[in-house]
């Protein structure tokens, strides 16, 4: 399995408040192995997954900055069709302060035939979950009503040295394991250490951050991450109305980057005003070069980032 195979990120939605005709709502799958991560739930979130070509089976969980409904309106929409499917896992969903009642009303107002388990999760400054290979958390984000960012990183892991263990005439099989998992083996009477037969593979990390003013909770998210998914709503020529509605500029975007040592920088949830994202991707490459546009259906691999 390769790097790309791993862990990719695919970009479901675009836009802020109003959907164009070539931006959707904000909506983005993370995948890593077995995960399928969909953060924030915007309109028309199940159609964007099939025009990427993805099931819905895909999913194990949905994270929800917020419940503004730009960023969660295709919830009912995508849950239904779980539902329906014959999703068998536990779904499990993180969301601020308030995402109980807020599921609790919109299973009131819309006829569910719920057909699977669901797993509801009210974080703030917490550890969403941790698997064996995956750390994800969450801290409070500046906006009008509850809202959160994430961030999710990757544990680094070792990769066996075949030529050397080939040399050393260790076969393939559990002692080869042990070593991948940091174990010390004894072969042909002898201790191996796994620092002389792996590399230690640093594991990639991912931060969200949307629907927030500049804040200190925004840099640590991002600090050092290998791909900032970052709102970009207006240019810096609106930053007074950005500052207004409690959104970022792109320059802020590129500022936040360059400050928190970000690798790549992917601005998105972009205004209606803008008909291209040109004049926002100049806007904050004069911050931080290393950034991109998102579009809707975009993929990013992150061994390439």
Excluded at 131 to 155: A, N
Excluded at 193 to 209: N, R, S, Y
Excluded at 277 to 301: G, P, S, Y
Aim: proline share 4%.
């Amino acid at each position: 399995m390769t790097v790309s195979e791993r862990m990719q990120l695919t970009v479901l939605g675009t836009s802020a408040m109003v959907p164009t005709k070539d931006r959707n709502h904000s909506a983005y799958l993370l995948t890593h192995k077995t995960e399928g991560l969909i953060m924030d739930c915007g309109e028309g979130t199940q159609r964007q997954l099939k025009l990427a070509g993805i099931p819905p089976s895909k999913i194990t969980r949905i994270m929800l900055s917020h419940w503004h409904g730009d960023h969660t309106l295709g919830l009912p929409g995508l849950l239904m069709t779980m539902s329906q499917s014959g999703y068998s896992e536990t779904l499990q969903i993180y969301g601020p302060k308030g995402t109980k009642q807020h599921l609790k009303s919109m299973f009131e107002a819309f006829e569910f035939d719920m057909r699977m388990r669901i797993e509801v999760h009210e974080v703030g400054k917490d550890t969403l979950f941790e698997t064996e290979e995956l750390i994800v958390t969450s801290l409070p984000l500046e906006h009008g009503i509850p809202c959160i960012g994430f961030r999710i990183e990757e544990k680094d892991r070792r990769r066996i040295n075949l030529a050397k263990t080939k040399k050393m005439g260790i076969p393939e099989g559990p002692l080869l394991g042990k070593l991948q998992r940091g174990e010390e083996i004894i072969w042909k009477g002898k201790p191996v250490h796994p620092k002389d037969t792996t590399e230690l593979i640093k594991g990639k990390i991912v931060a969200l951050v949307t629907d927030t003013s500049p804040c200190k909770n925004a840099h640590i998210l991002a600090e050092n991450a290998d791909l900032l998914i970052c709102e970009a709503s207006y240019t810096s020529t609106l930053e007074e109305k950005a500052e207004e509605y409690t959104h970022m500029t792109a320059r802020q975007a590129g500022q936040l980057a360059s400050q928190a040592g970000v690798k790549k920088l992917c601005i998105t949830h972009f205004s209606a005003r803008y008909i291209t994202t040109n004049e926002l991707l100049e806007d904050a490459r004069t911050a931080f070069q290393e950034t991109v546009a998102a579009h809707d259906l975009m993929k990013i691999a992150l061994d390439k980032v």
